[in-house]
């Protein structure tokens, strides 16, 4: 008989799974199953971490730095993080305010529950990544989900920032270069919304995971310098997984206030005590190392995005948005899906499931980033991939 004392929680209940990840795990299971599966869906890079990087853990692990750190992250890598943040963004940070995590996911659940009170609103414009809305809900407060258009290029207006806000709105949630859109943001239109964060007393979360991902001569803006004093109500999340080739190693940071560092700091001392050493001494060599590679993988991404683009767009019935950064394509198939509803296929997840089923290529359903009708396609493949791949998307969608 099942024990009564061993029921999830409401807060669990409620928790939706990882859609990037529920996909997948299908793939791969396919895979595994001998099915040749083109695995469009998670992102991830798929460059190796580079040598420099790997022979500084290699050195770490054999000068014996394999023990608990403190749990902000070790000095040297704190120091690090600041003085390439300062260096490129022009905004003086000291090693302070920053907080060394296991990945920027974890930093986003540090910041969500160091500042989120019980029904306080946090204002995401759709589409946004999978986690952002369940780490809300899990620090008891509510996401406000405020819709985008692609005829906007999926960018929040400040016009629908307030027409959101409400006596509990706590916060705004940025992502730019965004994931799942790959839509960068201009200065002009981020210090829109800025003024709009200053005049109604907002705290603002930065997701910047992507900011050195950028295309066409684009300058990735880091929200805090856009006006004096942004820097005292915001906290920028980065890490070293997108920018490095690093997912598995799982660092990333915040960049906030010193006394909300501080609490952080102390949450996370109860939570993990700190992140891998190994991994910390790794991105140090990642962030004060050579940075060639940064820019190989950017050059690749931007040849890939321009290939994805063309291909896509040649589609009938697929729309995209301007895509600057990043490495997804985030398009429209609302006409496609009005074409196939005849057959039972009618939502963006169907939609997935019948190109998995039928074609054996892995996307992931807008439903799951609040934007029904759009699918995310991550292009951090191999050329030859991301070609077989659509190859096989505009063969589901002759068949239709």
């Not at 795990?25 to 460059?47: K, N, Q, Y």
């Not at 400040?158 to 940025?174: D, G, I, N, Q």
């Not at 880091?222 to 997912?247: I, Q, W």
């Amino acid at each position: 008989m099942e024990s009564k004392s061993l029921r999830t929680a409401r807060r669990m209940r409620a928790l939706e799974p990882s859609a990037t990840l529920a996909m997948a795990a299908r793939a791969s299971a396919m895979t595994a199953a001998g099915i040749d599966v083109i695995d469009l869906s998670v992102g991830e890079p798929d460059f190796p971490t580079p040598a420099h990087i790997c022979r500084a853990a290699e050195e770490a692990i054999r000068a014996g730095k394999t023990k608990y750190t403190p749990a902000a992250g070790i000095p040297q890598l704190r120091a690090a993080v600041a003085a390439d943040y300062s260096r490129r963004t022009g905004l003086a940070v000291s090693p302070a305010q920053v907080v060394v995590s296991n990945g920027a996911k974890h930093s986003l659940h540090n910041v969500f529950t160091a500042l989120l009170d019980e029904g306080d609103e946090v204002i995401v414009p759709t589409p946004y990544w999978v986690s952002y809305a369940e780490l809300i809900k899990l620090a008891g407060a509510k996401p406000v989900l405020v819709e985008t258009r692609i005829e906007d290029d999926f960018k929040l207006s400040p016009a629908a920032l307030r027409a959101a806000l409400t006596p509990r709105s706590r916060m705004l949630l940025l992502c730019s270069p965004s994931n799942p859109t790959g839509v960068v943001y201009s200065a002009e239109e981020l210090g829109a919304l800025a003024d709009v964060a200053i005049e109604r007393d907002l705290a603002v979360v930065s997701d910047e995971i992507y900011d050195q991902l950028v295309y066409d001569g684009r300058a990735s803006v880091s929200f805090p310098t856009l006006r004096p004093g942004l820097e005292h109500r915001t906290v920028v999340v980065a890490g070293v997984s997108k920018t490095y080739s690093m997912t598995g190693w799982r660092i990333g940071w915040t960049i906030a206030p010193e006394p909300l560092s501080k609490a952080i700091a102390n949450l996370q001392s109860q939570e993990t005590s700190n992140p891998a050493s190994v991994s910390q001494h790794a991105a140090v060599a990642a962030l004060t190392g050579p940075q060639e590679c940064v820019a190989e993988m950017c050059r690749a991404f931007e040849r890939r995005r321009d290939f994805v683009v063309r291909r896509l767009e040649s589609l009938p019935g697929i729309r995209l948005p301007e895509i600057g950064g990043a490495f997804y394509a985030f398009f429209d198939i609302r006409q496609p899906l009005e074409r196939m509803r005849s057959a039972g296929i009618g939502t963006s997840t169907a939609w997935c499931e019948a190109l998995l089923e039928q074609k054996h290529v892995a996307l992931v359903a807008g439903s799951a980033f609040g934007a029904e009708g759009h699918v995310r396609m991550s292009f951090a493949a191999a050329e030859e991939k991301l070609a077989a791949g659509i190859d096989r998307i505009a063969s589901f969608l002759d068949a239709s």
